[in-house]
């Protein structure tokens, strides 16, 4: 690529298609970088927490490139829009909470409603078309602070990823890595031959 | 008459659209705005069919997008899918004819002229068939931002406008070309995705305030424009660009329609 790919074009990208959690999760990247003084991570200088599998994690790993496969993206799965943001060279750490809304906006229910409609009409796929349009331009327009709790945080930063060994199960022959194989009668077999 | 439910009449059966509405709005281009007193809201492209207003019941009849008969307008789009050309390489644009971004392949061409605008002067250049479809290429030389324009002499002018950048960092202005209608950049710089962008309405060298300007983007699904703007008195209008890839803008007065072809970075 001869340019600089822009952030929002990378996660859009990443993530193939653009909505609304991709775009909060472009909101989060883009403030961590802002807050602490970084930008995309080469060898995990920094590190991602997120407590959510949705959209926004995949603006996460492309703009800060905290990735599920560098180790810098670390998954709790506790179903909450909440992201720590990890500097191990600036050691400092902001943790960023989506606020609760009890009830979403018009807008955003009739999307999600559309979004999960089959065979949309004509018109129903205008009108989503129309719906993103509004949701994008409020998410990217707003305040961060209107949209998210943050507080930086003391964060005690885990160890960089390890490379471990590969082994050979003794059922299928396939390789895998040694602290996931369970030494049984047969040797080490892998978890998929248990 | 309190709220009323909504419905829409398809294949003779009334499919309840929305409950609980207390606000219909007719707009323009058949489209009818409707919220209820949940605050939910839908546009949909439709004529009144009844009113039962004992029963508080609304129904309309959807208006197919066939018989909304868009005019023609011509178009250009860069053959390169990452918004700019390269110094010493080929500078090809596709020209189209057709409505929202979307070729009318039957479409049928007369009397074209197109032009390259250095320094507020046209230069003829060739148009050329390329395997049924028109193309502009650029000379090797041209690098900076290119002025492009195409010209239809017919029942109605059609112009198709685009600025081209060959190579990278150009972020100085560029003129108008002096067109009878024109749409123009306010400030050209590189359009991104999720920021605004303004563009100029010119008539004969002047602005044209009150102008409707619509807006399309290549991956859109509508069959129409998504998008209406109107120039303020200085001939401005505004767009935020949610979409990737490249925009369109058209603008019809007086028997003039132009586009301007917004090509974007990504």
Redesign the interface.
Known sequence: ???N??P??LA??FHGH?CPGLLMGIRVAEFAQKQLGVTQDQDEELLAVVETNSCGVDAIQAILSCTFGKGNLIFKDYGKNVYTIASREKNRAVRIAQKFKDKP???S??YRQLNHKANL???E???K??L??VI??RI??KPFDDLFNWQEIAFDFPEKAVIHPTIQCAICGEGVMEPRAIKTEQGYICPGCV | MCEANVYVNRGGQDELLMESVDRVVPGEDNNIFMENIFGERRVIKARIKEMELVHHRIILEEIPEATMNPHLELWLEPTTDHGHFHPGEEVRLKLHKGYNMRPDVKAEYMNLQAYVVTDGVPQKVELHDHHGAMEIVLDQEVEGLVQVYVHEQGNQDLYATAVVEVGHHHHHGVKPAGLPLEIFPSDYGHARLGENYEIKVLKEGQALGGAEIKATYSSTQNKDYPHRLTTDAEGRARLFLTARGNYLFSVTNDKIITTFTLIKSF
Request: aromatic share 4%.
């Open positions: 690529m001869c340019k790919m822009p929002l074009e859009i990208q653009i906006d018009a807008d229910l009739r009409t004509d018109a796929i205008s009108e078309e129309s993103l349009g994008f331009e990217m327009s």
